[in-house]
Each structure stands twice: as structure tokens, then as C-alpha cells.
């Protein structure tokens, strides 16, 4: 990540540099993100910092760009975009942002505005119903082409290191936060659209729903940095509604980390982390038992969450 010095002057060199926006929000247990353009498009544009920090002025342009209010915002990266250039001849410089909300009504938006499920652009990464099973019959083969394909044999060895550890292969394991490296992967093999080795007959399916500018990399970065993040801080805290019961919990985390989550070490583990209150509510689902609603104590944000362990991944 470029330092503020940096990304200084290169604004000076270049005039305003463009922000980005990664909205998040866990809706009806999806994992979602607001785009714009058709959902061809992040919230984008040229930010001129009017504020003593940046992050105060991304609130500011977001609520000014789509009218859908900011909760935790960080910043992500700082991104060179080599396929778009300014009259300068210099590429364009992304500022982008990872912001944590609660989805506004589609009411509320700016009518270019609209949540999209994040699995629409990253198919591959849900893995809650098990292994997609296009990884192995599709995917696969491409990749033993591409290792085949190497110069010479240490490059060989290379390039299945990097399948056998982003894809799960060899036994290794799923990673969940090696979102961008398989992302990147895809594109050196020439399996997304974005990429200028993709292989047109392909199915659209696997390969998800494309990006303009880049954003599709902006977007893979900010999953990796949050299925990264959730392991050790309470950042789910944001994506909650105020009252919740443990399942609703373990589903929204579910949502994010794209794989199922063993349900009595999930249980275990929370309660362990001294995390959450019971409300003394309860509430009623289908045929079963009424369900305990819970609330983050107050002092969750300072606290924790899953003390850096492993997700309680289902068997």
C-alpha cells in the first residue's frame, strides 16, 4: 500500500486521484455489496479530500454518490490501473475503502444504486453447499495446461504450488481469505472475461459476473481482507441487526467466509469469547424450540472475536 505521502503526489501530478468504494452488507443471510452502473461497477469517482482525513470524506462522498449511510469504514489498498490512463498518459490511481453497513431500502438509494449478492461475481468462493463441482470438471483442466505449458521446470513446480495451495488440491486446504490470489490465478490462466487470455467458449456460469475498471480485483481484495478480519475481530458486530439469535449469527458469518461452520464448536467458541448478552427474548422458527435472542455487550469493539483461532469449519 502506497504511503499518504505517496498517494500525495501523485495526486499533485495527476489531479484527484479516484476513490472506491467496498459497501458490505449481510442481508436475509447473504453476503452483499452496492454497486452501481447495472452492478457493472463499485461506487466510484474523483474524491478531492475536503475533510483532515480521507476516511471522513468517503462518508461524505458515499452518502453524496448513493444516499446509503456508513457505518465502519477502513482503508483497503491503494490500486494502479495500467488499462486506464488520464490525458497524461499516466494510469489511473484507485484510493478504495472497505465500509460495513446495514443495507438501506432500495427507496433510500440513488436510482443507479443497487445490492448485489457478492457470490454473483465470485461464484467459485461458496462453498456452503459443499465443493462447486465446475473447480474440478472445468477449472482443473485449464490449469494442467497451464503448468504444463511453464519454461522450465522450477516454473513448473511453481505455478502447481500456487494451484495445489489457492484451489485445494494435492490435500491442501480450502483457505477462505485467498480470495484475490485465486482471482489473480483465473486471470493468468485466462479464465475470467477480464483477462486477454480468456477462452471464449467457456461457460459464464463458473466464471461469475465481470467488472468494469478493474473493480472485480478492488472487490476480491476487500473479501480477502474481511474473511481475513472476522477470524479475530468482532467486525461482524456491524452487519448485525441489534438483537439475533446464535443461528442467525452463525449464518451471517457463514454468508462471509462462504463455507459452513460446525454448529456446536461455533457455539462454544462465541460463548468462550464472553462476546454476547442474552436479551431474555426469544423467538419462535418453523416447528422448533423458541430460539434465545442475544445482543453484543457494549464493549464488544474492544474485545476479540474467535481470539485469532480458525473458523469452527463443519466436517
Given at each position: 500500500?502506497?504511503?499518504?505521502t505517496?498517494?500525495?503526489?501523485l495526486?499533485?501530478?495527476?489531479?484527484v486521484?479516484?476513490?472506491?468504494?467496498?459497501?458490505?452488507?449481510?442481508?436475509?443471510?447473504?453476503?452483499?455489496?452496492?454497486?452501481?452502473?447495472?452492478?457493472?461497477?463499485l461506487?466510484y469517482?474523483?474524491?478531492t479530500p475536503?475533510h483532515?482525513?480521507l476516511?471522513?470524506?468517503?462518508?461524505?462522498?458515499?452518502?453524496?454518490?448513493?444516499?446509503?449511510?456508513?457505518?465502519?469504514?477502513?482503508?483497503?489498498?491503494?490500486?494502479?490501473?495500467?488499462?486506464?490512463?488520464?490525458?497524461?498518459?499516466?494510469?489511473?490511481?484507485?484510493?478504495?475503502?472497505l465500509?460495513?453497513v446495514?443495507?438501506?431500502a432500495?427507496?433510500?438509494?440513488?436510482?443507479?444504486?443497487?445490492?448485489l449478492d457478492w457470490?454473483?461475481y465470485?461464484?467459485w468462493?461458496?462453498h456452503?453447499q459443499?465443493?462447486?463441482?465446475?473447480?474440478?470438471?472445468?477449472?482443473?483442466p485449464h490449469?494442467?495446461?497451464?503448468?504444463a505449458?511453464?519454461e522450465?521446470?522450477h516454473?513448473?513446480q511453481?505455478?502447481?504450488?500456487?494451484?495445489d495451495?489457492?484451489?485445494?488440491?494435492?490435500g491442501?486446504?480450502?483457505?477462505?481469505?485467498?480470495v484475490?490470489?485465486?482471482?489473480e490465478?483465473?486471470?493468468?490462466?485466462?479464465?475470467?472475461?477480464?483477462?486477454p487470455?480468456?477462452d471464449?467458449?467457456?461457460?459464464t456460469?463458473p466464471?461469475?459476473?465481470?467488472?468494469?475498471?478493474?473493480?472485480?480485483?478492488?472487490?476480491?481484495?476487500?473479501?480477502?481482507?474481511?474473511?481475513a478480519?472476522?477470524?479475530y475481530?468482532?467486525?461482524?458486530f456491524?452487519?448485525?441487526?441489534r438483537?439475533?439469535?446464535?443461528?442467525q449469527?452463525?449464518e451471517?458469518?457463514e454468508s462471509?467466509?462462504?463455507?459452513?461452520?460446525?454448529?456446536?464448536?461455533?457455539?462454544r467458541?462465541i460463548q468462550h469469547?464472553d462476546?454476547?448478552?442474552?436479551?431474555g427474548k426469544?423467538?419462535?422458527?418453523g416447528r422448533?424450540?423458541?430460539?434465545?435472542?442475544?445482543?453484543?455487550k457494549?464493549t464488544?469493539?474492544l474485545?476479540?472475536?474467535?481470539s485469532?483461532n480458525k473458523?469452527?469449519?463443519?466436517?
Amino acid at each position: 500500500m502506497k504511503s499518504a505521502t505517496e498517494v500525495s503526489t501523485l495526486q499533485s501530478a495527476e489531479g484527484v486521484a479516484e476513490v472506491v468504494a467496498v459497501l458490505v452488507a449481510v442481508t436475509d443471510l447473504s453476503a452483499r455489496v452496492l454497486t452501481v452502473n447495472g452492478g457493472s461497477t463499485l461506487p466510484y469517482g474523483p474524491l478531492t479530500p475536503v475533510h483532515r482525513s480521507l476516511q471522513a470524506g468517503v462518508r461524505e462522498w458515499v452518502r453524496e454518490q448513493t444516499q446509503q449511510p456508513m457505518g465502519y469504514v477502513e482503508q483497503l489498498y491503494t490500486f494502479v490501473d495500467i488499462m486506464r490512463t488520464r490525458s497524461s498518459g499516466h494510469a489511473v490511481i484507485y484510493i478504495s475503502y472497505l465500509g460495513l453497513v446495514r443495507e438501506a431500502a432500495e427507496e433510500q438509494l440513488e436510482s443507479q444504486a443497487k445490492w448485489l449478492d457478492w457470490y454473483l461475481y465470485f461464484p467459485w468462493e461458496d462453498h456452503r453447499q459443499g465443493r462447486p463441482a465446475y473447480i474440478d470438471e472445468i477449472f482443473l483442466p485449464h490449469f494442467k495446461a497451464w503448468i504444463a505449458a511453464a519454461e522450465d521446470d522450477h516454473q513448473r513446480q511453481h505455478r502447481q504450488r500456487r494451484v495445489d495451495l489457492c484451489w485445494a488440491f494435492n490435500g491442501k486446504a480450502w483457505l477462505d481469505d485467498y480470495v484475490l490470489s485465486r482471482y489473480e490465478l483465473l486471470y493468468e490462466v485466462g479464465l475470467i472475461p477480464e483477462s486477454p487470455h480468456f477462452d471464449e467458449r467457456l461457460s459464464t456460469e463458473p466464471v461469475g459476473t465481470m467488472m468494469r475498471h478493474d473493480h472485480r480485483r478492488v472487490l476480491a481484495t476487500a473479501i480477502s481482507r474481511l474473511r481475513a478480519k472476522i477470524k479475530y475481530r468482532p467486525v461482524i458486530f456491524e452487519l448485525m441487526p441489534r438483537e439475533f439469535t446464535l443461528l442467525q449469527l452463525q449464518e451471517s458469518i457463514e454468508s462471509l467466509a462462504g463455507m459452513e461452520l460446525h454448529k456446536q464448536n461455533f457455539r462454544r467458541l462465541i460463548q468462550h469469547q464472553d462476546l454476547l448478552e442474552a436479551t431474555g427474548k426469544s423467538v419462535v422458527a418453523g416447528r422448533g424450540r423458541p430460539a434465545q435472542r442475544y445482543r453484543f455487550k457494549e464493549t464488544v469493539l474492544l474485545e476479540s472475536i474467535l481470539s485469532g483461532n480458525k473458523l469452527p469449519l463443519s466436517k
